[in-house]
Structure formats: structure tokens, C-alpha cells
């Protein structure tokens, strides 16, 4: 076969699909997958919804582009609704985490700038953190496997070790504008900050008198169960950047923020060519009519309940595969005792997709709209996937 003419930048499997509907994604070869990664935690309302189809298809007919030069009407409902549904006053619409994230710094930055303050130039960070692949965001993520060969790392970024209070606290100083953090970390290995930290966060910011930024870019829009994830906490952020599921697989993304966090965002500070444009609003404000619906998110946090039980039980079922599950709701994680690479190749052959993540981890983030029939299918697979795995173990072991 020629080379393939794309940039090297990805390890693809060796799998194509051509069509999926709901939970199920079916090969150009006829082969079906229950998706259990959802895109990166992105079809947060499984493939092919058809609301979200109707409201493209709509959308596509009418019109698909005009710029931010205009006034565009599903862009004022939807920043309306987010602001409704949460701490935020304002919202700013982007194609992507990453540049979510982008707006979310310049935001904190400009907030300390306005007040006379523009020194405040610091975000502190997590170790372990992901917050995308720009040259700002792989300075904020701080893993220095993303920050290779791309020159001087973007200033005005430091991190402290995952867990570590006294470092957190140790690296605020005068030019410290704000903490960002993940509230669970997705490709760090679906690992919670603990409820007790995230209202520790939210006091030393104010104590400190600097702004807390969450990226719930993975954690939001209901994969957690809530809304976004730090609600279970009971505090806010500042600022939030969100992406992946609010699209539900149209390239979307928001900057959320206070009212006072946002001042210094004026017109001119900054902008997006295709950012909350009229086709990415339709998606939008779609999928916010199912996860705004009554008894969505319950129905997901029931599931998560239930799938979490259910794979505890797999984990202790077949101790030499797996160490723990962790995560909350639809956003779960198996630590694996086994290289996890090996074992999503094992996921891959009983049917059922994941995605790795760090720590060694396998995620399981099935559509928001996953069934209880098709929960216990997931689970029937990965425990296949499980024994096919110890068999192959135990023959190495004979060998
Ligand atoms: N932040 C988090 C927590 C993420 O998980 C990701 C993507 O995986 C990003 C930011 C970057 O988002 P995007 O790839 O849409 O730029």
C-alpha cells in the first residue's frame, strides 16, 4: 500500500468505520464495536442521534457560516443557556479544547492586566494534567513528551505534583494569576482530584485573591453525571474551558466566565474566525436539549453507579489483570496490572472499544445515552477481553 500522504502524527488501528448509531460503530468490513471511548469522551450522545441529525440537517439547509462580524442567534441561546445551567455570566465559543483552554488563560491574564495588576501572568498546573496540543496548552499540560523538540516552552506556566498542597500553595507568589486544573484527569488516568481539594483550590484562590480556571473539556456536559464535574463539589470556577461532548461530535468548544473574570475581555482582545458559527450552534443547542432535559442526568449517574459496580466486580474477578476501577459516572477508568496497550488490543477482539490513557489506564466512556442492556454487553465484552488476556498470560507463563 503507498504511504499514506498524512502526517505521521497518529498511531491509528487498524480500523475503519464506515456508519454507527447509538452505542454501536460498524466497520467499512461489516464488523460492529460497542464504543466505549466515544470519540475521546466527545459523542456524548452516541453516533447518529437523531436530534442532533435533525438539527444539522436543518441548520445545513438554512445557513452554515457568517462570521463573529454578525450577530448570530443560536450563538446568543447558547451562551444564554450555559450561563443559565451555570456559575457563568459569559461565554465564548471556540472549535476546540485547546483553544478553549487559549481563551480561558487569556482571560485570567487580561482580568489582572485591566486591574493594574499585569505581572499576574502565572497559571499553575497539575502534574499529569492534559490540557490540549498548543504551544500554550503543552506549556500549561507541563509533560515534557508533548513539549519535545517545539522550542522554548510558552513562559508564565508552573506545576506542582498531583496531590501536594503545601507545593500548591507554595507557588502562588505575586505573579501567580491563577490555578487551572482538570477536576478528574482524563488522559492523566482518569484521576479524581478529591472533593475536599477542589473546595481547598476554591479557597486558596480567594484567600490568594487569584482565579480558578477548571478544564472540563472531558469532565463536562454530563459525563461525570452532573452537568460539569466540579458541581459535585459544591464550589465554582472563575473560568472554565469545555469542549468534546457539548458538540457531541461537531467540532465545538467555550470559554465560561464570571462576569468580573471576563471585564477585561473587550471587543478586539480576541477572536475566532469559525468559532460558534451557525451549523457548530444548531449542534450545540441540540445537544443541550437532551442533557438539559428532565431526568437525563440522573439516568446518567444511575448508569455510571451501576457500571462502576459491575466493573469493580471484573476487577476483583481477575486480579492479575486489573488493579482498581476509579472515575465517576459515564467517566470510568480500569488501572490495568497489564501493559494497557496490550489489553485494549484484547478489548479490540471482544468487541468493545476503550482508549488508554496514563497511569496505565483503559477508559470506559460510553455514550451518555448507553442502555442498561447494552451496559451489561460492555461489560460481558470486557470481561472476555479479560480472560482472553489471562489465558495469554498463563500460556506465556507455560512457555
Ligand atoms: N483538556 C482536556 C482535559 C482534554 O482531555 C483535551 C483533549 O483530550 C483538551 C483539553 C484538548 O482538547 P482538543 O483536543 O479539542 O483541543
Known sequence: MAESSLYRTYNRADLEFARGEGVWLETTDGRRFLDCAAGIAVNSLGHSHPHLVAALKAQADKLWHVSNLYAIEGQERFAQRLCEATFADKVFCTNSGAEALECAIKTARRYFYVRGEPERVTIVTIEGAFHGRTLATIAAGGQEKYLEGFGPKAPGFVQVPFGDHDALRAAIDETTAAILVEPIQGEGGIRPLPTECLRGLRALCDEAGILLIFDEVQTGVGRTGKLFAHEWAGIAP????????????????????TEEAAAGMVAGTHGTTYGGNPLAMAVGNAVLDVILAEGFL?????????????????????????????????????????PNGDLLARFREAGVLSVGAGDNVL??????????????????????????METGLERGAAE
Open 363 to 388: 477508559r470506559v466512556m460510553p455514550p451518555l445515552t448507553i442502555t442498561e442492556a447494552e451496559l451489561g454487553e460492555a461489560v460481558e465484552r470486557i470481561e472476555t477481553a479479560a480472560k482472553a
Open 238 to 257: 472563575d473560568i472554565m474551558a469545555i469542549a468534546k461532548g457539548i458538540g457531541g461530535g461537531f467540532p465545538l468548544g467555550a470559554c465560561l466566565a
Open 298 to 338: 440522573e439516568e446518567v449517574q444511575a448508569k455510571g453507579l451501576k457500571l462502576k459496580q459491575a466493573l469493580a466486580g471484573v476487577v476483583d474477578a481477575h486480579p492479575a489483570i486489573f488493579e482498581e476501577v476509579r472515575g465517576k459516572g459515564l467517566m470510568l477508568g480500569l488501572k490495568c496490572r497489564v
